[in-house]
Nanobody, 126 residues
Framework: HLVESGGDSVQTGGSLRLSCEVS????????MGWFRQTPGKEREAVAV???????IYAHSVKGRFTASQDDSKNTLYLQMNSLKPEDTDMYYC??????????????????????WGQGTQVTVSS
């Protein structure tokens, strides 16, 4: 069970911190990540933390967004700074049911990750 929060409407240049609370998952080495999707388009990876601990970011958010987990891995965060209108989207957190390294999780997470939240909307106005 994954529940996202923190989505909001902000102006260009603003910041948001998304949170994803995890419950009911027993696999502590899951790959976890943030994805986003615009209606009519494929869901794309924004940032993932692989089972081995590596983090990969989409080129469009590198240097602006930071993904992290608390020590218990019960909460996943996405700190979003210098937001742009093109960051407007529904953001989803997801987790794997098994061990997946970051490169695979990032490239194929939409298909491989078995746990998904309901999403939280981020809107950035110019």
């Amino acid at each position: 069970h994954l529940v996202e929060s923190g989505g909001d409407s902000v102006q260009t240049g603003g910041s948001l911190r998304l949170s994803c609370e995890v419950s009911g998952m027993t696999y502590k080495l899951a790959c976890m990540g943030w994805f986003r999707q615009t209606p009519g388009k494929e869901r794309e990876a924004v940032a993932v933390i692989g089972s081995e601990g590596d983090t990969i970011y989409a080129h469009s958010v590198k240097g602006r967004f930071t993904a992290s987990q608390d020590d218990s891995k019960n909460t996943l965060y996405l700190q979003m700074n210098s937001l742009k209108p093109e960051d407007t989207d529904m953001y989803y957190c997801a987790a794997s049911r098994g061990y997946i390294i970051a490169t695979v999780c990032f490239a194929d997470g939409y298909r491989l990750l078995g746990w998904w939240g309901q999403g939280t909307q981020v809107t950035v106005s110019s």
